[in-house]
């Protein structure tokens, strides 16, 4: 008899701190100049310039690689990267429904960036290295009307594409080697390339603009120069600045009402120049490369975002930069909440750890320590301090209000320290290092003492939990090996093994029982008294198992992985109940607020998601 399959619900996103900043011109303001458009993973977001309320579409599988905003605000669409051999998506959505209007596939690999026309019938897609072509397609009857190589065989792959702001049937594609004007015949579904003539000057173009009359193509170059067209006869007409060339490159291009331009480099400096002579007027130094600049209006206001996933907000005529967002750009090692208020959470990655709120997706204090990488951290129990385990050997301990260094614990590991977690009674430290060694440290009023250095583990201690008496912790190693060890008289009490590299371990809140998972993709459940295997979940299809966390009544339980789903477990039936998809990356963290109303999920891209917990705590 077949039995009906098991009906997973859809976890509920409530927000995302994050922007992907190497999306070139992934930044845009829409036509209502309301929303500012991004994408984060595989999901779109639409932030409401005002107040920071965000909406999302979410459809896409793999990350979302381009986006493009037609001139009316009716549609938005989307592309994304596929592993290699299979299709990659473009999604037009419709903006007042938030629904997706069509689903067009024919690039392979990735889409490289899409272009609307000036009247909203037709869309251009280019595919990106591994693809080469271009596509046209009809919106209205959602299929390709032509295609074609995107450039000639003796030519580098294109990177840059526009479409005319007058005309419908002209688009510019540029790239390495390559700079032509398109022109679509639609009587004969064609379209036929007119090659740009440069003479002499050979450059790998980054950016495209056309002048709003449709008079110029202004094409930014790797080399850091701008080259100006001719859009009618394909002539270049100049080549600057001359004297000073922006360095690393020019990533973006807009043009203003005025004439002028915006230029965005790949050193961070962002300028105000004229479109004759491409004279500096005014000059900003951002952090790291700028890839978007997003115009709101006629221009007056603008939207600035780097490769750092900053955003950025000036007006046109101060041009002073406003910081208006920021994120990790990098892959996040773990994430902690403040117990007792859930309000407040800590994340951490390579050099830094912030401070965020829960409710605003807002940075509320940044810890940075140059060129080192904090990989574990916990908030104590009384909210006072924020302990941390760095890989260059030392554990700190910050003020969470402040972000003062409180405590330094020297040569705490050998190898680094990987894991840490902080006792209830907020004296110890239970810190894991790279060597394998678990150590528990008191902290005193003014220094702190080495209690006692345990030693089964092989390899890597990866995760710490310890028991709510404070008296007992279980540590999870890379060695295949769970521990769970007395740390009053410093000697492991029971030992599990697996044929895994655990990442992380839980205890169920009722103590009795710990959960596992790792690389084998299981999750295990095992009891602690006398360490026996209870049960055996399938917890993943593909990839390691990084982050769980027990609901406070240990009736659920929650899962992320390099699947890049974030599951809700029933923990009696061992069965998922609900499943969020909207990271792009792998998750590297999950945790859940005390109140049982929030649940938090990192990932190696730089994403904070937080989504609303399905299960409301038992009243039992």
């Not at 067009?104 to 595919?127: C, M, Q, R, T």
């Not at 208020?341 to 409710?359: G, K, Q, V």
């Not at 790279?434 to 003014?446: D, F």
């Amino acid at each position: 008899m077949d039995l009906e399959p098991q009906v997973v619900s859809k976890l509920e996103l409530e927000a995302v701190i994050g922007f992907n900043g190497h999306v070139f011109s992934g930044l845009r303001v829409h036509p209502d100049r309301e929303h500012l458009i991004y994408p984060l993973g595989s999901t779109v977001i639409l932030r409401r310039i005002k107040d920071g309320k965000q909406e999302f579409l979410q459809g896409h599988t793999n990350n979302v690689s381009c986006i493009s905003v037609c001139k009316s605000g009716s549609y938005i669409a989307s592309g994304q990267v596929n592993f290699m051999g299979f299709k990659a998506a473009i999604i037009i959505w419709d903006y007042a429904q938030k629904t997706i209007y069509a689903e067009l596939e024919l690039h392979k690999a990735k889409v490289e960036a899409l272009a609307f026309s000036p009247n909203d019938k037709y869309l251009v897609s280019l595919g990106g290295q591994d693809d080469g072509s271009i596509v046209v397609w009809n919106i209205e009857t959602k299929q390709a009307i032509c295609g074609s190589p995107a450039s000639a065989a003796s030519a580098g792959h294109c990177l840059a594409l526009q479409y005319s702001n007058t005309n419908n049937n002209v688009f510019v594609l540029a790239g390495s080697g390559t700079l032509r004007v398109w022109e679509l015949d639609l009587r004969n579904r064609k379209i036929r390339p007119t090659e740009c003539r440069t003479g002499k000057m050979k450059r790998i173009v980054k950016c495209v603009e056309i002048s709003e009359d449709d008079q110029y193509i202004f094409c930014g170059t790797t080399s850091g120069d701008i080259m100006k067209i001719n859009l009618k006869t394909g002539l270049l007409i100049d080549c600057g600045p001359e004297k000073t060339k922006y360095s690393l490159g020019v990533n973006v291009i807009r043009t203003l009402k005025s004439g002028d331009l915006l230029v965005g480099s790949g050193s961070g400096t962002f300028t105000l120049c004229s479109r004759t002579n491409f004279k500096i007027h005014k000059e900003v130094q951002l952090e790291k490369g700028v890839t978007s600049i997003a115009l709101r209006g006629e221009g007056q206001q603008f939207f600035v975002a780097t490769e750092t996933s900053q955003m950025y907000c000036f007006s046109y005529d101060d041009f002073k930069a406003e910081l208006i967002s920021t994120s990790h750009n990098g892959a996040i090692n773990d994430v902690a909440i403040c117990f007792g208020t859930s309000e407040l959470f800590a994340t951490c990655s390579a050099e830094d750890i912030r401070l965020w709120h829960i409710n605003k997706p807002k940075e509320l204090l940044r810890i940075t320590v140059p060129n080192m990488t904090c990989n574990s951290l916990d908030i104590m129990m009384d909210g006072h301090s924020i302990i941390s385990a760095w890989n260059d050997d030392k554990i700190r301990v910050f003020a969470p209000e402040s972000g003062r260094l409180m405590l330094i614990i020297h040569n705490a590991h050998r190898m680094g320290v990987t894991a840490i977690a902080g006792t209830r009674d907020c004296k110890r430290i239970v810190s894991g290092g790279g060597e394998g060694q678990v150590r528990v440290w008191e902290l005193q009023s003014h220094g702190h003492r080495l209690l006692g250095t345990m030693k089964e583990h092989k390899a890597m201690v990866t995760s710490i939990k310890i028991k709510s008496n404070d008296k007992e912790c279980v540590t999870a190693g890379s060695d295949g090996a769970c521990v769970i060890w007395d740390i009053v008289r410093f000697i492991s009490l029971q030992m599990v093994l697996s044929n895994t590299l655990f990442r992380t371990v839980c205890y169920h809140p009722e103590e009795y029982q710990i959960i596992t998972s790792g690389t084998d993709r299981k999750i295990s459940y095992w009891d602690v008294f006398d360490g026996s295997a209870i049960r055996e979940l399938e917890g993943s299809d593909s990839g390691a198992i990084n982050g769980m966390h027990f609901s406070q009544d240990g009736r659920h339980f929650v899962t992320g992985g390099d699947d890049k789903q974030v599951k809700v477990w029933d923990y009696m039936e061992g069965e998922v109940t609900h499943v969020g998809i909207a990271h792009g990356s792998s998750i590297t963290s999950v945790k859940l607020c005390c109140n049982n109303s929030t649940l938090i999920s990192t990932s190696g891209d730089g994403a904070i998601m937080r989504w609303r917990f399905p299960h409301p705590p038992s009243s039992s």
